[in-house]
């Protein structure tokens, strides 16, 4: 084995959620290694980020390099396509209505990660080791050995696990999930078509998941299209032609006539929530914390204030002297993250689970709510807010001069 480099946080994990986490935290000035095998070039989804994502992509520099292939969301809609003997009425949510421009921008994950990727270069105290896989990690009372690959070795005080939903780093901290599964998969795939999308993000809610059409630029979207494993595997497989003439009959004419239909892949449907945020000198961000389905665009965004509020919880760590990898630090991540992650886990989950009952009163209380959200003004803007972030987070590198005071780039 070679000799160990120190550092005082590694990050595990070269997503969205790692890159993120190790920018916000390399602001403290901690020396900080990221450990960031190259993303998998086939990953054609993008993410709906709304204002406060892209406030935390402002602050960290990286936001310019990903506007060039985002898409402003000005407006989000849902049509019921259930079949359902009630059928609830269409629901527009706009930015305008509570005094936004947009609710956010639709980026393509790898923009993302890119933009975040040429953004680490410029930190002095950041350090990306590309291809860098962590084998093992040996946990210890003040420090952590991640062993890699090429018998290389890394320590640091905290390790922060942005390793993805199979995470080794949660399993190394003894941090148990609770982990379940949906028998629908999600199938992805852009694609141009006549009509311009104005800005609106539509989701059409059906009995097998929904179908979700997000902005991209240009006359074209990006597909997130819902069903049971054993349709979307056979949607998959349809030549261009047939699998344009299925989609323009589910979009019943909102785009006008599809055209090009890039490469379409396959997400099976999981969720899985961590039982604590951060333990054992081990903090955990992104997927390898929580998994939700594709619903409401909510799973990045969550990843995002999780890495956010680490640098929160780590920044009052050092202010107070305290240790930023022991236990009082981590037990702090875990309450600051708890309620979030657990409402947007039981949400998600409730929403879909209702989407796809055939229980006619589970279908009836459904519709119920969506009229109310059409109907009543107060409640669908409270929902719209709600849906954006929580009012009950609001992470410094989230606000809009990112408390650039109290972390210095
Ligand atoms: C169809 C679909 C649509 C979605 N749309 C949205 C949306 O609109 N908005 C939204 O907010 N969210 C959305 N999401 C969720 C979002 O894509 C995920 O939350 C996000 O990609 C997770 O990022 P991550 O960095 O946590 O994990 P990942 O992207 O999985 O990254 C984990 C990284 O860890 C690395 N890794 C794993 N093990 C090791 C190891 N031992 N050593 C070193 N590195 C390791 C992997 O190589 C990988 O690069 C969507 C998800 C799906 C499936």
Known sequence: MKDTVQYDVAVVGGGPAGFAAALS????????????????????????????????????????????????LRAIRIVDDTGSLLRAPEVLFSAAEIGLETFGYNVPNLSLVEAMRARSAAAETLTVIKTA??????????????????????????VIGADGRNSLSRQAAGIAAQTWTYDQSALTCTFTHQRSHDGVSTEFHRAGGPLTVVPAPGCSSNLVWVERPAVSRRLAQLDDTAFRDALETRLQGLLGPVEEVSARRLFPLSGLKADAAGQNRVALVGEAAHVLPPIGAQGLN??????????DCIGDALKQGRDFGGPETLTAYTHARSLDIATRAWSIDVLNRCLISGFLPIQ????????????????????IREGLSPSFVTPRLMLADGDSSAHPS
């Open 302 to 311: 969550l990843g995002l204030r999780d890495a956010a509020i680490l640098a």
């Open 25 to 72: 935290v390399a602001r403290s000035g901690l020396s900080v290694t990221l450990l960031a095998p190259p993303p998998a070039r086939t990953d054609n989804r993008t993410a709906a980020l709304f204002t406060a994502s892209v406030r935390l992509l402002e602050n960290l520099g990286a936001w310019e390099a990903c506007h060039a292939t985002a898409e402003p």
């Open 133 to 158: 896989s962590v084998r093992e990690l040996e946990i210890g009372a003040s420090q952590v050995n991640l062993k890699l690959a090429e018998c290389r070795q890394v320590a640091a005080r905290l």
């Open 364 to 383: 009836i209380i459904r519709g119920l709510g969506l009229h109310a959200l059409k109907a009543i003004g107060p409640l669908r803007r409270l929902a």
